[in-house]
Antibody, heavy 118, light 107 residues
């Protein structure tokens, strides 16, 4: 059974950093691309980042490019999202999701809430 | 960048009604369009992939059609448990784009 569990959310001050984790189980980790998608309170879904199955390709949405870094640890079956220079507009629930193929997000975690506030 | 325009932004319908949501791409995306359902406080759920393929376990009252730039998502007979927000989504070379969402309510 496929599981993705996000952690690392919380309240963080503007300008500071936070690292989110996405722990996975129930599938062969190094066969799949993993995405982060976020949702600000009362707003729609916004794609944040993707890392390819082998970590060789990474891509970011325009609002986080240069501030966020996605990575993966094959030994822990975990994907990370390092978020630097956080802003109020980064306040959101952050979901990780396993891609089936061609951007089809087949499995999702439950999300972790990040609040950027002083 | 490809833009996805979803409409309407909100919709009110009665149980048993046929419901239609549209999504328009700013350029030809062939069949690479997916649909998700999100209930309040929950993660999105994949319903339809590649425009018209029903994800395993999704009820057959949900359907999708279209190709190129114009796509349609349909609920053939609305049930009370279908109250949710629906999103279209496209993938293009390691980047995803979501539509703005359609909030579906019961009349």
């Amino acid at each position: 059974q496929v599981h993705l569990v996000e952690s690392g959310g919380g309240v963080v001050q503007p300008g500071r950093s936070q690292r989110l984790s996405c722990a996975t189980s129930g599938f062969t980790f190094d066969n799949y691309d993993i995405h982060w998608v976020r949702q600000a309170p009362g707003k729609g879904l916004e794609w944040v980042a993707v890392i390819s199955y082998d970590g060789s390709h990474k891509s970011y949405g325009p609002s986080v490019k240069g501030r966020f870094t996605i990575s993966r640890d094959e030994s822990r079956n975990t994907v990370y999202l390092q978020m630097n220079s956080l802003r109020g507009e980064d306040t959101a629930v952050y979901y990780c999701s396993r891609e089936a193929v061609r951007g089809v997000l087949q499995y999702w975690g439950q999300g972790t809430l990040v609040i950027v506030s002083s | 960048d490809i833009q996805m325009t979803q409409s309407p932004s909100s919709l009110s319908a009665s149980v048993g009604d046929r419901v239609t949501i549209t999504c328009q791409a700013s350029q030809d995306i062939r069949k690479f369009l997916n649909w998700y359902q999100q209930k309040p406080g929950k993660a999105p759920k994949l319903l339809i992939y590649d425009a018209s393929n029903l994800e395993t376990g999704v009820p057959s009252r949900f359907g999708g059609s279209g190709s190129g730039t114009d796509f349609t998502f349909t609920i053939s007979s609305l049930q009370s448990e279908d109250i949710a927000t629906y999103y279209c989504q496209h993938y293009d070379t390691l980047a995803l784009t979501f539509g703005q969402g359609t909030r579906l309510e019961i009349k």
